[in-house]
C-alpha cells in the first residue's frame, strides 16, 4: 500500500526575520548618531585650548571671575592722584571741548582754568537741550561719558550750574527760567552720577536762571551765548556747614523728585 506524503507548509512568516534585522540596524544607526552628536563639554574646551595655544603662545592672562555690574567698574578701573593723572585727565577734558568747537555753532565753548585751580567748562545749552527743555539730548552723551571719566580721574568735586538767557520762559514744567535752569543743572548731574558713576557726593547742581550772564542779551547771538551749563571743577573741596549755611539766596533749589518727561535717558 502506496504512503502518501504529507505537503509541507509554506513558511509565511519568514520575512519577521529580515523586518527583525532591519529594525535592530536602524537602532543600532541612530545609536550612533546620538552618540556622535553628544560632544562632552571638558574635552570640548581641553582641545579648544590646546589649539589656541599652540595657534597664540603669547596669551592674555585669564580674566577675573568676579561678578560686576555695569556701571561700578569703572571707578575701579581708574586709580586717581597718581603722577600725572592731572595732565592726562585735564588734556582729556581739552580734546572733548576741541571736538565739539569742531562745529560752528559751538565755537563758543570754552575750557578756562582759574588761578585758584578750579577749570570751568562752559557747554553751550544746544549741546546738552532742545530749546526750553531739560532732557538730555542723546548726542551729548558721548561727550558727557568722556567728561566723567576725567572727573573720576581727577577725583574732585564738581559744580553743575545752570544759566539762560532773560527771555522768560511759562510752562507748567517751568514756570521761570529759575526752575528750567535748575533743573537742567539736576539732570546733567543725574546723568554724570546714575549712567557714569561719577561718585554722587562729588556732584552739586545749581540753577541761575539769567542772573549771571557772560555778555548782555540784546541780540540773538548774545542770548545764546547766555544760555549755557558750566561743569566747575573744583581744585579744593568745598566747605561744608558753612559754606551752605551763607550760600546767596539767589542760588535756586528744586524737589529732588523730577517729573518722568524729564528723566535722564536710559544707558544705549
Do not use: C
Not at 86 to 114: G, P, T, Y
Not at 175 to 183: C, I, R, V
Amino acid at each position: 500500500m502506496a504512503k502518501h506524503k504529507h505537503e509541507e507548509h509554506e513558511n509565511h512568516e519568514r520575512w519577521l526575520v529580515s523586518y527583525a534585522d532591519f529594525i535592530t540596524l536602524l537602532f543600532a544607526f541612530f545609536v550612533v548618531m546620538y552618540s556622535v552628536s553628544s560632544v562632552n563639554e571638558g574635552k570640548y574646551r581641553t582641545v579648544s585650548d590646546s589649539i589656541k595655544a599652540a595657534l597664540h603662545p603669547i596669551s592674555a592672562p585669564a580674566a577675573s571671575s568676579l561678578a560686576f555690574t555695569l556701571g561700578q567698574q569703572r571707578p575701579t578701573m581708574m586709580i586717581p592722584n597718581l603722577p600725572g593723572t592731572k595732565e592726562v585727565a585735564i588734556k582729556k577734558i581739552r580734546e572733548l571741548v576741541k571736538s565739539l568747537k569742531a562745529n560752528s555753532q559751538f565755537d563758543f565753548m570754552q575750557l578756562h582754568e582759574k588761578l585758584n585751580g578750579d577749570i570751568v567748562i562752559t557747554i553751550p545749552d544746544q549741546v546738552l537741550f532742545n530749546s526750553g527743555e531739560a532732557a538730555v539730548r542723546p548726542e551729548a552723551l558721548p561727550f558727557l561719558q568722556g567728561l566723567s571719566q576725567a572727573m573720576i580721574e581727577l577725583n574732585r568735586h564738581v559744580r553743575v550750574e545752570g544759566h539762560t538767557d532773560n527771555v522768560p520762559i511759562r510752562t507748567a514744567l517751568f514756570p521761570s527760567n529759575w526752575e528750567l535752569s535748575a533743573t537742567r543743572a539736576v539732570i546733567v548731574v543725574r546723568v554724570l552720577s546714575e549712567l557714569y558713576s561719577v561718585p554722587a557726593e562729588h556732584l552739586a547742581a545749581l540753577g541761575y536762571a539769567d542772573s549771571r550772564p557772560l555778555v548782555e542779551n540784546l541780540t540773538p547771538e548774545q542770548r545764546a551765548k547766555n544760555r549755557r551749563v558750566a561743569v566747575v571743577i573744583l581744585e579744593h573741596p568745598p566747605e561744608n556747614s558753612e559754606q551752605q549755611d551763607n550760600a546767596p539766596e539767589s542760588e535756586a533749589s528744586v524737589d529732588q523728585t523730577i517729573p518722568p518727561q524729564l528723566q535722564p535717558p536710559e544707558r544705549p
